[in-house]
């Protein structure tokens, strides 16, 4: 609606937008914030030490008294600390504490502002690739991008692989525990490859990525956790890693970044044994728009336009199914690869589960 002088502005209505917008400009620089505040260790002091002054915390972490003194504040503005006006202390609430410093939790939220973060880092990138309809790769972007996805999304998969998504797939726990062949694609890290791999020493397990960078720290990490022996990893596309006779295939939140969603599927279908199952954990979403105007998808749709989008249009195909592709998108996939069984078999604020049969 264009504005013209007839129309009427309603001064209430502007200010309490004004005063929305100044509140997303608080929250955009806070993701730096929180950045600072698990880099420089002030969480985990303040949770290690309680209610503390500026002077008390700058002493105890190395830092500069007016870094940690506006640091405070900031985040008692935005209630992420909270602050006695009677003691001048600074307070993290101990459940605050566990989504900031427990990496065990499924709560645990640092990954989440990191490659918010890096997104945003990239974003006049983006711009650029709007116009002239390019996409970015995952490769191509900062190292806050790749560290701080795997961050956010292992405590969650910690928390829920072993214990209720490879549950809720029909026999599969039976068969892993028995001995099983897997692969793990589109496996980053090696996150989900090394929980797997750990849970199940009996199985053998195969994670692939075509970034380079991360199957090498995905091999440290499978090495480091003792599970070297049956968790091997190579660099290969989704449409082209190898192997046969699957008895198990994942991906976790990674078909919708693919450039071409239905050729991986068709890979899959090629390469899983004939009572395989294929298990595709992608962002938790609805059919339907209205279904995602909600803060989880906000950030999803964010991260969509930014950053998954962006990587699907850089890859041959470029279909770009977006972050929140939604159950009914991702069955289309399925089916036109030639699977017939399909549902979904776990959720969770953050995951929808999805089980695959040919």
Known sequence: MSITPTTEIDADKLMAFVLRAVDEVGATLNCALVRMGDRLGYYRDLAEHGPSTPEELAS???T???YAREWLSAQAAGRFVEYDAATGRFALPPEHAVALTDASSPAYLPGF?????????DSHRVIEAARTAAGLGWHEHNADVHTGCERFFRPGYAANLVSSWLPALDGVV????????AADVGCGHGASTVLMATAFPRSAFTGSDYHAD???TARE??????VGDRAAFEVAAATEFTGE??????MFDCLHDMGDPLGAARHVRSVIAPDGTWMVVEP???DHLEDNLNPIGRAYYGFSTLLCTPASLSQPVGAALGTQAGPARIRDVVTAAGFTRFRIAAQTPFNNVYEVRP
Do not use: C, N
Request: proline share 2%.
């Open 221 to 226: 990490r499978a090495e480091e956790a003792g």
């Open 60 to 62: 105890r972490t190395d």
């Open 174 to 181: 039976d068969k892993l525990e028995t001995g099983a062949s």
């Open 64 to 66: 500069v008294l007016p």
């Open 284 to 286: 938790a979403a609805g």
């Open 245 to 250: 006779g699957y008895d198990l295939v994942t």
């Open 214 to 216: 991360s199957i090498a």
């Open 113 to 121: 502002f990191q490659i918010a973060l890096g997104t945003a880092r």
